[in-house]
């Protein structure tokens, strides 16, 4: 029993000694001015595995975890803790996580555990029946478009509307571009938080926005500005499915704002920022697959009538 007990202590002093160590390690590369370009290449390769090598396989973990929760989630400024992101998921990184995106069947007919596809993602049979039921033209923007995959697979299917993806970075919307070219698609490097910029050249329109697991990226401080755009357009549809998690017994839609999910992601309360920026919710509920949770929101602005 003793020597059990023994064997538990000496496990649980090893995690322990194992966590200070690369605590320390991280701190090391974060903070002093020697690493600081070493720094850079190391938080360049949190999807560019291959521009890692040797000894970057064992400071990459210890780096990325000191820097997000001592460096990039102390930052106040939204829109500089936004340029912090940039870090890691700019450049090759980026077009490494679209290109794995795209490498993944789009299959409408896949089972999620117990559940269907639209069961388990409802937005994506709303948005083609939208899209079905049309009588005019649609303006259909995809909100962090990556690969481009989504949305150019409804541009294919539904020829008659307009389609633009808006992505935050250039080589990703690069990229999306070059793998799916098509008459009535296009792509734009735009953030979230600038979307009125977007919209602003379709007022009169009929408008369509959906974002498929992206707005879980977004700066917490950024997202009333993102709904309060939507919400002037006349007739636009915001359409949302977005991964979350439950946190100390809370749901996404109970959260009523914004909590940290892990590395660059939030669970946000998608009703709650909506509906204060005076979007009407037509549909709204949380999923649960064996994990993530998703959160799935449908709103409209009080003009809509399509």
Not at 16 to 33: D, E, H, S, Y
Not at 46 to 52: C, G, N, T
Not at 187 to 200: E, G, N, V
Not at 210 to 232: D, I, K, R, W
Request: hydrophobic share 40%.
């Amino acid at each position: 029993m003793i020597k059990k007990k023994l064997v538990k202590v000496y496990y649980a002093v090893s995690i322990l000694w194992r966590g200070a160590l690369a605590m320390i390690l991280g701190a090391i590369v974060c903070k002093l001015p020697l690493f600081r370009q070493y720094k850079r290449h190391l938080l360049s390769t949190w999807h560019d595995f291959d521009k890692r090598k040797g000894v970057d396989n064992l400071l990459f973990g210890p780096l990325f975890n000191f820097w997000i929760r001592f460096e990039y989630l102390r930052e106040k400024d939204p829109d500089k803790r936004e340029s912090l992101k940039e870090l890691a998921m700019g450049g090759n990184s980026g077009r490494k996580c679209a290109k794995q995106a795209d490498a993944i069947p789009l299959d409408f007919n896949a089972k999620i555990g117990d559940m269907t596809f639209n069961e388990a993602f409802p937005m994506f049979s709303e948005i083609e029946n939208i899209l079905e039921g049309a009588k005019a033209r649609l303006i259909v923007i995809q909100v962090g478009s990556s690969s481009g995959r989504e949305i150019a697979y409804f541009a294919h299917k539904y020829p008659a509307h307009t389609y633009i993806g808006a992505d935050i970075c250039q080589e990703i919307a690069d990229y999306a571009s070059s793998a799916h070219q098509s008459q009535n698609l296009s792509f734009r490097t735009l953030s979230a938080k600038h979307i009125s910029q977007l919209l602003s050249e379709y007022k009169n329109e009929n408008i369509l926005i959906f974002s498929s697991g992206a707005l879980t990226y977004m700066q917490p401080e950024h997202l009333p500005v993102f709904f309060s755009s939507v919400a002037n357009m006349a007739s636009a549809k915001i359409l949302l499915n977005e991964p979350g998690r439950e946190n100390r017994g809370k749901l996404p839609d109970e959260v009523a704002g914004s909590m940290w999910r892990g590395n660059f992601t939030y669970t946000h309360d998608y009703k709650f920022y909506a509906e204060k920026a005076n979007i009407k919710t037509v549909k709204s509920r949380v999923i649960r697959l064996p994990y993530p949770i998703y959160y799935f929101y449908y709103g409209e602005t009080n003009g809509c009538h399509w």
